[in-house]
């Protein structure tokens, strides 16, 4: 977990050193437009993945579950899971995704340009890896959790070693001392 006070300047947020500005424009798995200002006055708790994922990916979307079982009526967080492979994870494929896991998780898709935006606004590493002989392909990506203020501000990153009940910890701790 890495937290510290933001610093704020124009563009970016900063936390523990990590700075970025998270704008996305893009589709929710209901195939509405949304912006990362689409949730006024909500954390957001943003998970970058792709659906054909073999593990890290539904492990780190169960721990965000549990995480919103602990916090739900304690703070206002809304999670999001943004593919890093747009060329699998259209609008329809990402509604049957999220369905598996906690029904306030929104799953989020666009065109590869939108993707791009959203993943560099993030810093996320995301690439496609072909394996030899094989027709299919995975997302090798980072596994990180941002937790952003209303104001869009990074507040806290997770790691995916970092426990539900840790995550739960700092998110109520955070969401009650940042206004």
């Not at 666009?110 to 392909?137: F, R």
Request: some cysteine; hydrophobic content about 35%; aromatic content about 8%.
């Amino acid at each position: 977990l890495l937290t510290a006070p933001s610093q704020k300047t124009a563009e970016t947020s900063s936390v523990a050193g990590v700075q970025l500005d998270g704008k996305f424009s893009l589709i929710d798995h209901l195939g509405k437009n949304v912006t990362e200002k689409s949730w006024p006055g909500q954390y957001t708790l943003v998970f970058f993945g792709f659906t054909h994922c073999p593990s890290v990916c539904p492990t780190a979307l169960q721990k965000i579950s549990d995480v919103m079982d602990k916090i739900w009526a304690a703070a206002p967080v809304q999670p999001l899971f943004i593919t890093t492979d747009p060329d699998r994870d259209d609008v329809a494929q990402m509604a049957r995704y999220v369905s598996q896991f906690h029904p306030k998780i929104i799953g989020l898709t666009g065109n590869s340009t939108q993707i791009k935006a959203a993943i560099n606004a993030y810093k996320i590493y995301a690439a496609k890896v072909q394996n030899p002989g094989e027709n299919d392909y995975i997302m090798d990506h980072s596994s990180f959790t941002y937790l952003m203020s209303p104001q869009d501000q990074l507040v806290a990153i997770f790691k995916s070693e970092d426990s539900s009940d840790k995550m739960a910890q700092i998110i109520r701790e955070k969401t009650q001392n940042t206004p």
